[in-house]
Nanobody, 124 residues
């Protein structure tokens, strides 16, 4: 029932901007840390940015100053504003929702959900 759906990917020129969106359903959205990951051809998936349920943000060094992650709990949306795009940003971008439930008898339980991805291509 939990579902994350990304949108906003596409083809953009170097130096351009895109805004990715991720719509969540089937989860108590405010509990979760939301993240954007990306995976380029031939490379491992990497964390791009995340935002906690308390609003703290974290960015990969490669995107600091260019990308901004934000969330709207009322709309159950998470966004990634990408500016000054580079060809190296070309990848499939994935939305992730993660919640660690601690204090349970069987040990911590991790809830982790992924979207299907949206492609971002930045031309040279």
């Amino acid at each position: 029932q939990a579902q994350l759906v990304e949108s906003g990917g596409g083809l953009v020129q170097t130096g351009g901007s895109l805004r990715l969106s991720c719509a969540a359903s089937g989860i108590i959205f405010s509990f979760y840390t939301l993240s954007w990951y990306r995976q380029a051809p031939g490379k491992q998936r990497e964390l791009v940015a995340d935002i906690t349920n308390g609003g703290s943000t974290n960015y990969a060094d490669s995107v600091k100053g260019r990308f901004t992650i934000s969330r709207d709990n009322a709309k159950k949306m998470v966004y990634l504003q990408m500016n000054s795009l580079l060809p190296e940003d070309t990848a499939d971008y994935y939305c992730n929702a993660n919640w660690l439930l601690d204090g349970v008898a069987g040990g911590p339980k991790k809830f982790n959900y992924w979207g299907q991805g949206t492609q971002v291509t930045v031309s040279s």
